[in-house]
């Protein structure tokens, strides 16, 4: 249990949500309270946070218990009906010192080996099957200036590693390229910059000329795609086609090895058989070894949500089908792995790490230098992660 005077902030859902917490922890201080940083992306995440919140009460009894995040923004009616919440903090709100009556380090305290720093929120799209953009409103940028300096700032901490977060990353005002440049300008010293979500829609020449050319940016990208097939795409309300995807995917892969991840709905309304078989041919097409798969859940107030619906079964098992092939794919890529020598950056406790891929690897014994890089050799590979020992 924890102690009875320490601010708790348990993080659901995304890495902006992961850098958001990290500033609510600076503002907040030692007190008795627990915040529950909420995700409302799918049906799955707000009852998530409705447990979160059911446990925080039982495991502080006297403790004040705050929700926030896109959760409890989406339906705050539900939220401020249960007995376990005294208070509810808005998105827009929740990184205002006023809110927590603290004030906000310009270098909060780390709690990860890799640095997550938010430089955008909000989505200014509509995609029928989202509610976001109710939690977090329209898409606003922070100042490149801004970023450089809390980027720097981190870099002169000895943080290794940057993942840049947003909710429409590549919607960043005046481009994400010129950001991403200004930074590997500006601090010299940060030797790993990591980039979260991207639609490929949005990756202009300037970014991928970053993404293939600059050895500091990693070779791993994380990409919105959420289906393989056009006429879904099209009710989605997606900006791409899925030849984008491939078309793009495959530039990218012919200047650098670049690894691949993806989210993928399955079954969305009105969504086939061979409308699924386009999704799941998507996983080779694409060459995806990081794939987030998630089954359609209606959202209420979403356009989606008024479409003919697939039968939740089906709905299961294509998920459970896509997530199989996904895994067939990873493994295999991960076996390619072995005999190679990464660099990771070692992660608490100090048995693990992820190879600028983001391969997850773990080590037989624990590492002194948390936080630092360490080559590995990788001596074998497992279902999902990859095993190295010192090089």
């Known amino acids: 249990m924890l102690a009875s005077r320490s601010t708790n902030v348990i993080t659901l859902g995304c890495r902006l949500n992961l850098a958001e917490s990290e500033s609510i922890r600076a503002l907040a201080g030692d007190r008795d309270m627990v915040v529950v940083n909420s995700c409302g992306v799918t049906n799955e995440a707000m009852r998530q946070t ?38 509810i903090v808005p998105n827009a709100a929740k990184l205002l010192p006023a809110t927590w009556g603290g004030f906000l380090n310009r270098q909060p305290p780390r709690r990860h080996a890799r640095a997550f720093v938010g430089v955008q929120n909000g989505c200014d799209h509509a995609c029928t099957f989202c509610a976001i953009p109710r939690g977090r409103g329209s898409s606003r940028s922070s100042p490149v200036g801004e970023v450089v300096a809390r980027i720097a700032a981190l870099a002169d901490g000895g943080v290794q590693e940057v993942i840049l977060t947003g909710v429409d990353l590549t919607s960043y005002e005046g481009g994400l390229g010129a950001l991403v440049e200004a930074i590997l300008l500006a601090v010299p010293a940060l030797p790993r910059l990591r980039l979260s979500s991207l639609d490929t829609i949005e990756i202009d020449d300037r970014l991928f000329d970053l993404l293939t050319g600059e050895l500091r940016v990693m070779p ?27 078309a793009m995917v495959a530039r ?10 993806a989210d993928l709905i399955a079954g969305f309304p009105t969504e086939s058989e061979a409308a699924f078989a386009n999704t799941l041919a998507l996983l080779d097409d694409c060459r995806i070894v990081h794939a987030h798969v998630f089954p359609f859940s209606p959202r209420a107030g979403t356009p989606a949500a008024r479409m003919p619906q697939i039968d939740p079964s089906i709905v299961r098992a294509r998920a459970a089908t896509l997530r199989s092939r996904a895994a067939d794919r990873s493994r295999a890529w991960l076996d390619m792995l072995v005999g ?23 080590l037989p014994r624990p590492l002194p230098q948390i936080g630092a890089c360490a080559d590995v050799r990788i001596v074998a590979a497992a279902d999902d992660h990859l095993i190295g020992i010192p090089a």
């Open 50 to 87: 409705r447990a979160a919140l059911r446990r925080a009460r039982r495991d502080r009894p006297l403790a004040e218990i705050v929700v926030t995040g896109c959760a409890s923004d989406i339906d705050r009616a539900a939220f401020a009906a249960m007995p376990e919440v005294d208070r």
């Open 220 to 246: 791993h990208l994380h990409l919105s795609l959420q289906s393989g097939d056009d006429l879904i795409l099209k009710r989605m309300r997606r900006r791409h086609a899925r030849a984008d995807a491939v």
């Open 252 to 261: 990218l892969k012919a200047r650098r090895d670049i690894a691949i991840g």
């Open 340 to 362: 190679s020598t990464q660099t990771i950056v070692v992660e608490k406790p100090g048995d693990r790490g992820h190879t600028p891929a983001f391969a997850e690897v773990r």
